[in-house]
């Protein structure tokens, strides 16, 4: 059986009922807020969408983008923007990392290399992400 998603961490800021606690990414979908669409099962607590997919309400919380990724199938991906200021770049990519999940952390740490070089050749990539991710 796959690993969940968030696996026995207490700390996590996903919710104690939340299907990335038992289900791995790609087998819950992730809506942007709770609605009347996904009610809370009384039998078991947990949300579900009308076709019975798990549903988690709070991709800040799981750092996943909403996504209909069991139902639909949709793919696992983040696109990042880095702001125009150099200065707010660290700031920026410290906010994002942290709160990613991390099956997508390979993924941002390559685009953030990337449009650091073009966008501010002024600024070394190593050292941003040195100080994005201490």
């Not at 696992?76 to 880095?82: G, R």
């Amino acid at each position: 059986m796959p690993e969940p998603f968030v696996n026995g961490d207490v700390h996590h800021r996903a919710c104690g009922i939340c299907p990335s606690r038992r289900l791995p990414v790609g087998g819950f979908d992730v809506w942007q807020r709770p609605t009347r669409e996904c009610p809370f099962n009384p039998e078991d607590g947990h949300r579900y969408a009308p076709d019975g997919t798990p549903v988690c309400v709070h991709p800040e919380k799981v750092g996943l983008p909403a996504g209909r990724y069991k139902s639909e199938g949709a793919p696992l991906v983040v696109e990042l923007d880095l702001p125009p200021d150099p200065s707010e770049v660290v700031p920026y990519l410290r906010d994002v990392l942290w709160n990613a999940a991390p099956v997508l952390l390979d993924d941002l740490i390559s685009q953030a290399q990337q449009q650091v070089r073009q966008r501010f050749p002024e600024l070394d990539p190593l050292t941003v992400m040195r100080r994005a991710l201490g």
